[in-house]
């Protein structure tokens, strides 16, 4: 890499309490609200609320809603492929913390 070479990098923390809106997701995502609408039909995100003007999503649906944009953008993915790879890695994540806690009863002390 070049030394006179500046990476910038750009991130927010968000507490899992800090709860959105729709409008208030879109805005953090930086997407119309009818794509997260497709990330909600497909279960990548649940809201709590009945109509989509009263859903809340909590201060983790931003990372997932992200994550699945990204997919979507980079690897060129519907929603539904989407869902299914975050799904999966999901899954891959479960699997690892039990392999954790598995290691962590086997080893002597």
Known sequence: M???SLIVTHSVLVEEEIQFTL???SRACQVDSEQLMALVDEGVLVPRGTHAMEWRF???ALRRARSALRLMQDLELNTAAAALVLDLLDQIDALRSRLRRSALADAPF
Do not use: T
């Open 2 to 4: 070049n030394e006179n």
């Open 23 to 25: 409008i208030e997701l």
């Open 58 to 60: 909590e201060g983790g």
